[in-house]
């Protein structure tokens, strides 16, 4: 795989954590007062390190070195962090009300 292609493989998981993202501030937005004081700070969490990783994900693709290993392993580990939180923090809303796939795009 070239630098390209992982990049564009990246953007489009990027896009697809954003999207989630939308969804638990839907569903955070819909909680009382106190349980949403206890969900967005997760989700505050969860939009830095996305927003790292885009940022990373947008530097590799501008500057397409020629050696890009040492980068691909930082975003792939980045990567795993940021998929593990998002996972985390589906665990901690109403598993009856959030369905991840159904409720993405909407």
């Known amino acids: 795989m070239d630098v390209k ?3 564009k493989a990246m953007l489009a998981e990027v896009t697809a ?3 989630k993202l939308e969804t638990m501030k ?3 937005d819909t909680y009382d007062s106190a349980e949403k004081e206890k ?3 997760l989700i505050e969490q969860i939009e830095k390190e996305v927003a790292a990783a ?3 994900v947008d530097q590799l693709e501008n500057e397409c070195p ?3 290993s040492p980068v691909k392993n930082e975003l792939d580990n980045l990567f795993g962090t940021v998929g593990n939180s998002i996972d985390r ?3 901690d809303f109403d598993p009856g009300y959030v369905d991840v796939e159904r409720n993405v795009g909407d």
Do not use: E, H, N
């Open 66 to 68: 020629a050696d890009w």
């Open 54 to 56: 885009q940022a990373r």
């Open 5 to 7: 292609d992982y990049c």
């Open 89 to 91: 923090a589906w665990r």
């Open 39 to 41: 969900t967005l700070p």
């Open 17 to 19: 954590w954003k999207q």
């Open 26 to 28: 839907k569903v955070a």
